[in-house]
């Protein structure tokens, strides 16, 4: 399987909610992947840590939500759009080391409040809109 076989390409992964039974299948199949095009393990890394910092804010606070990956030869662009609770202050959920995690998040070992801040640290592009009751979508684009 050579790269332009199969760059571009795109694939849609469900992300059970509140629930760690499947957390962080869907970022192993993206890392997975990744390695195969042959990106660059810098690339790689940096991809598969927002899509596992994004998978587990669905599996923590979300009922259900989707991981989009499309990969082009410049770019990678990884979306996470749920369904859940949503954020009240994007602002205060971006501080490192804000957490809203029950006990139950804390005792999977979750719940430092550095994801957010993380995701925006290892994506060259990074956007966050979300919607209280409703959920929330987010937008990473790691340049190759
Ligand atoms: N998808 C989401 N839906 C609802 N709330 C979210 C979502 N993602 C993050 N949050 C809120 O933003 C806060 C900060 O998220 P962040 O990922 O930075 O930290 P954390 O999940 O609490 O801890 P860590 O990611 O370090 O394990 C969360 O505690 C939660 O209140
Ligand atoms: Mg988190």
């Given at each position: 399987?050579?790269?332009h ?27 997975t992947l990744l ?19 994004a ?6 606070y979300a ?11 410049k ?14 202050d994007?602002?205060?959920?971006m501080e ?16 430092a ?27 990473m684009?790691?340049r190759?």
């Amino acid at each position: 399987m050579t790269f332009h076989e199969t760059v571009p390409y795109e694939n849609s992964f469900l992300v059970e909610g509140k629930t760690f039974e499947n957390a962080g299948h869907v970022s192993r199949q993206v890392k997975t992947l990744l390695q195969k095009m042959k990106f660059s393990k810098e690339v790689v890394r940096r991809a598969a840590i927002v899509t596992y910092e994004a998978e587990i804010n669905i599996c923590s606070y979300a009922e259900r939500g989707k991981i989009v990956l499309r990969v082009t030869p410049k770019q990678i662009n990884i979306e996470a759009t749920d369904e859940g609770q949503g954020i009240a202050d994007i602002e205060l959920a971006m501080e490192e080391g804000y957490s809203t995690a029950t006990p139950k998040i804390v005792h999977m070992g979750f719940g430092a409040g550095m994801g957010l801040s993380n995701i925006k640290r290892f994506s060259d592009e990074f956007h966050i809109t979300s919607e209280v009751g409703k959920g929330t979508h987010l937008e990473m684009v790691i340049r190759t």
